[in-house]
């Protein structure tokens, strides 16, 4: 399964995201905030961010823009209660794969986190399968 960091300030709601991820099978990277997200993201491999968006030190937006620019093949999916949260995050849909709306249950926690890690899967296949036949048309090529 997927290596998750899980950004989240609020202890209930990280704990519930921890405890429904590990218990499908992913292994999780647990920050309180965006600046303790960076720190990890220096000595840890992830597949995904979970991110909230309203957290001390570092906001979950700035932190995305941060992890965007470092590991640009990552998904990032975003959480948030607040509704003028939600429009920034809605502007971001070029950087992120979604939007969680606090309060969510179980259900919509995995649906959005299997559907980010599968659009992550399919764009890393197809960009490798397009890197594997460049390779090849250079190598048929080069043999003329």
């Known amino acids: 399964m997927a290596r998750i960091l899980i950004v989240e300030d609020e202890e209930s709601v990280r704990d ?5 991820l590990t218990m499908h099978g992913h292994s999780v990277l647990v920050a309180k905030d965006g ?14 961010l979970l991110s909230d968006i309203a957290m001390p030190m570092m906001d979950g937006i700035s ?11 990552v998904p990032i999916l ?24 606090k309060p969510f249950n179980m259900d919509q926690l995995l649906n959005a986190v ?8 399919a764009a890393s296949d197809t960009q490798s399968v397009s890197q594997s036949g460049s390779t090849s048309m250079e190598m048929s090529s080069s043999s003329d």
């Open 16 to 20: 519930f995201v921890v405890r429904v």
């Open 35 to 48: 600046a303790e997200a960076v720190e990890l993201m220096g000595d840890h491999h992830f597949d995904l």
């Open 63 to 73: 932190l995305a823009l941060k992890v965007r620019a470092a590991r640009p093949h």
């Open 78 to 101: 975003l959480m948030t209660g607040f509704a003028d949260e939600r429009q920034r995050a809605h502007n971001l849909t070029l950087l992120i794969e979604g939007l969680l709306t």
């Open 114 to 121: 299997n559907k980010a890690l599968a659009h992550s899967r």
